[in-house]
Structure formats: structure tokens, C-alpha cells
């Protein structure tokens, strides 16, 4: 080989990594063969029952400016200080991989202009996140959400449809969780309570106690200091002063009317008075579904939101109440029932076997024949023996197999096998498609 040729190897084969083998990054996760039908089944049971509700379907990018983020999920929030990926762009504009959905739903309806439209709008959003976070069980560097939100309602019933939703997707998962509510109140009255915060947590005996997170917290983010992990800061915030206390009086009758309507609806909830999210956008009423734990851990969040009431002002919009709420796919996944899934599965109707070139030739035309007729079809084309194609078939829970080889090719007929009765009956191949129709007609 030349000088001049191995350079031009270099230049278009990529340098390899020189380790054993590829890994993927750390807090990353690989949707592996067999695991799609689960993540299908939660995805197509949320967008039936959320578009019943009027909810529609929408999407936004992935890459968002940093400053999104900084205005609205809060300069202090977690995500922000340390979980966003970021970037500058080769523009010198800084770029950030989105770590939560609501602020990039709420530049879109912004920009677009959705207050045009007719009020309230109800959207449904899915889609991955990115955040830095320490990587455990049902915690990943990029998870998926599905999001609801409902834009411009500003009274109680849009928490509670919301709730209503997610009580109704839980049992459709097969689902035991618990919802916990709580109110953050509103800028009336929310400094007040701060203020009773700090006072507390500031007296000597409690400041000893805070883990150095929280230290912090109580200069920059006090409300944060009651949903903190650590043991002694979690005994601590048990004894803090309650937010429901210092509610104003609309914000009161706000929280009252939302636990009224969920009463008559026979939903049942926890109010949690430590429970205040991590972002700074919220007002009024929150929420966040746990699954209770059994052992001492804390109790695991499988999603979580809240009333919004500012972000679309705070970010240039018109005035705008807004709630909306998150629901974290991998964290359902680890509860819901499998069931509920296999059950969910369309059972296909015929399995087609073949044997021989010349069969998987014809086999090949009677698929698409079968198909275009309605049926659920499959076929293992690559297999050649008709023992793992059965095998297969019988995996799927077919109801009819169709087994074609060269005897059957030259006598124009195939074998009808049902797969329950294992009893076989040879057809005319010609009528094949008309008999199928017929007798899965009677079975289905
Ligand atoms: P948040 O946007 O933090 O309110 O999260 C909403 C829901 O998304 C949580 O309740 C979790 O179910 C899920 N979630 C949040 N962060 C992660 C993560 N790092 N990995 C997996 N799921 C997550």
C-alpha cells in the first residue's frame, strides 16, 4: 500500500475505540427485542383515553436554548444547576438538551399563537429527557415522559381532570399507586409561609442538623429543604411549619374545591404537606402519583405536576393559567401488570408455514393476498424447517396455521392445521382466502 492510499484509509475509515467491546453511556438504556410491546400497550392506551378527553397529540425538539430552562425550570432548581446537558452551538448560542417538557410546550404555545385557538387546549406530549442524574433503579441519564397538559382554565377542574385521567390510566395499567396533593399557595401568600420557613429552620438546633445540600437551600431555595432525602433533614421537615396554613383565601377555596371534586368522583388522595416539586413555575395546587414502598426506602415518584399559573407570562406570553402533569414511562413499566399487555396483543389469525423454495415463493403471494384481505398475518420465511416454524407459531398464540410444500405447490391445495386442536385438513388453494375469512368471521 502506497503513502498516499493509506492516508486515504484514514480519512474515510473512523478511528475504532481500541477497548474490548462498545459500551453504551453511562445512565443510558437500550430498548431491547420483547420489551416494545409493553412501552406500545402504555402509549396506545394514553393517547385513547387522553383524546376522549379532547386531548391532542403534539411534539417539540429535543435541542432548546439553555436560557429556556434558566427562565423558567428556575436558576437554582436541580436540573438546571446540575443536570442539564448544554452546549454551545457552533453559533456561540447555548444549546440545551431538554431536561422536562413543560417549558418547550409552553415556548411552542407562545410562539404559535395556540391562544387562538378555542380554550381550554389540552395537549399530550411523549418524548425523551436528559438530565445528569445519579443513574439507579428507574433513574436514567435520558428517560421518557408522556406529558398532559391544559392551557387556559384557570378553576379547580382542570387539576382534577387531570387527576381523573391519571386514576383512570393507572387502573387501565393495572396500576396501585397513590396521589398525593398538596398547594403551594400563590405570590400573595406563598413569601409569608417562606418567611415561617426559614424562621424555623434557622433556629440553632435545626441549622445543626441540615445536610450541606440543604444549607444551601435555605439562602437560595427554602421550600426545597422540605422534600429533601436525607434522613435528619426529612425528621426535620415533619415538624416544619405547613403551607396549607398560610393559604390566602382564594387559594384556599381553590385547594378545597379541587379535594371536593375528587371526593365526588370517590378518587382517593393523600394530602401531603412536604410535597413542593422541585421547580420554581408552580403555584396553587401540585400533585405527584408514588408507588408506596414496602421496605424503608422512600416511596418511588412514577410522575408528577402541577398548576403553572405564571410560566407563559414569566416567558412572554399573555396571561395564561396552565397545569399540567408528567408520567415517567420506565417507571411504569417496572409496575405495570403483564397481563394487561398479553392481553392487549392482537392474537394474529394464520401463520404461514412453507417448505422449499418454490412454496416460500407461493407463500410469499398468499401473504400479501391474506393481508389485503384483513387478516393478521405472520411467517417465519427464513426458517426452513417446519418444526421451529409450528414452534413459532405456537408462541404467537395463532389461531390457524397454512402449511404449503411441494406437494401440496403441485396439487394446488395447503394444509390448514388448528393450532388448539392440532387437527389438519387439506384446501383448495384457490379458495384458501374465502375459507380463512369465513372461519375466523365465527371465531372472533
Ligand atoms: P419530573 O419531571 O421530575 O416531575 O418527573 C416526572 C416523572 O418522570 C417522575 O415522577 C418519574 O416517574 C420520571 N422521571 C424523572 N426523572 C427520571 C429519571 N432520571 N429517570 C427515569 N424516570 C424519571
Not at 453504551?24 to 393517547?47: C, H, N, T
Not at 385521567?165 to 405570590?187: F, T, Y
Request: charged share 25%; glycine share 8%.
Amino acid at each position: 500500500m502506497t503513502k498516499k492510499h493509506d492516508k486515504l484509509v484514514d480519512l474515510v475509515t473512523p478511528s475504532r475505540p481500541t477497548g474490548p467491546i462498545a459500551h453504551r453511556v453511562k445512565g443510558m438504556k437500550d430498548i431491547q427485542p420483547g420489551a416494545y410491546p409493553a412501552w406500545e400497550f402504555l402509549l396506545q392506551s394514553a393517547g385513547r383515553l387522553a383524546r376522549l378527553r379532547g386531548f391532542e397529540r403534539i411534539d417539540t425538539p429535543v435541542l432548546e436554548s439553555y436560557s429556556l430552562y434558566e427562565r423558567s425550570s428556575g436558576r437554582t432548581s436541580d436540573i438546571v444547576t446540575k443536570e442539564m446537558y448544554s452546549f454551545l452551538d457552533k453559533s456561540g448560542e447555548r444549546l440545551a438538551l431538554r431536561p422536562e417538557a413543560t417549558p418547550g410546550i409552553v415556548r411552542a404555545y407562545i410562539e404559535h399563537g395556540w391562544f387562538n385557538l378555542p380554550q381550554p387546549v389540552k395537549t399530550l406530549w411523549y418524548g425523551p429527557l436528559f438530565r445528569r442524574d445519579k443513574p439507579q433503579l428507574g433513574r436514567y441519564r435520558q428517560h421518557y415522559q408522556l406529558n398532559f397538559d391544559i392551557f387556559g382554565e384557570p378553576g379547580p377542574l382542570a387539576e382534577v381532570e387531570l387527576i381523573f385521567l391519571i386514576h383512570e390510566l393507572l387502573n387501565d395499567w393495572g396500576i396501585e399507586a397513590q396521589i398525593d396533593i398538596n398547594s403551594l399557595g400563590c405570590v400573595d401568600c406563598r413569601p409569608n409561609y417562606i418567611n415561617e420557613l426559614v424562621k424555623y429552620y434557622k433556629e440553632k438546633k435545626h441549622r445543626e442538623q441540615l445536610c450541606p445540600d440543604c444549607r444551601k437551600r435555605l439562602i437560595k431555595n427554602p421550600l426545597r429543604l422540605l422534600d429533601c432525602k436525607e434522613p435528619a433533614c426529612e425528621a426535620l421537615a415533619q415538624g416544619a411549619p405547613q403551607l396549607i396554613d398560610f393559604l390566602c383565601e382564594p387559594c384556599k377555596q381553590h385547594l378545597v374545591k379541587v379535594l371536593e371534586f375528587l371526593d365526588n368522583l370517590g378518587i382517593q388522595y393523600n394530602l401531603n404537606s412536604q410535597l413542593v416539586r422541585g421547580l420554581d413555575y408552580y403555584n396553587r395546587t401540585v400533585f405527584e402519583v408514588v408507588m408506596p414502598s414496602e421496605s424503608a426506602q422512600r416511596p418511588l415518584a412514577l410522575g408528577g405536576g402541577g398548576r403553572y399559573d405564571q410560566l407563559i407570562e414569566s416567558l412572554g406570553g399573555r396571561p395564561t393559567p396552565a397545569c399540567g402533569f408528567a408520567l415517567g414511562m420506565e417507571r411504569l413499566l417496572l409496575y405495570l401488570d403483564p397481563n394487561k399487555v398479553e392481553v392487549s396483543q392482537t392474537r394474529p389469525d394464520v401463520f404461514l408455514a412453507q417448505l422449499g423454495d418454490g412454496p416460500r415463493l407461493k407463500s410469499l403471494q398468499l401473504f400479501e393476498e391474506l393481508r389485503q384481505a384483513g387478516l393478521t398475518v405472520h411467517q417465519a420465511f427464513t426458517k426452513n424447517s417446519l418444526k421451529s416454524q409450528l414452534a413459532l407459531a405456537n408462541q404467537l398464540k395463532v389461531k390457524y396455521a397454512l402449511i404449503i410444500g411441494q406437494k401440496e405447490l403441485l396439487d394446488g391445495t395447503i394444509l390448514l392445521r388448528d393450532m388448539e386442536s392440532g387437527s389438519q385438513e387439506v384446501l383448495d388453494l384457490k379458495r384458501v382466502k374465502s375459507i380463512m375469512l369465513k372461519r375466523l368471521a365465527k371465531t372472533k
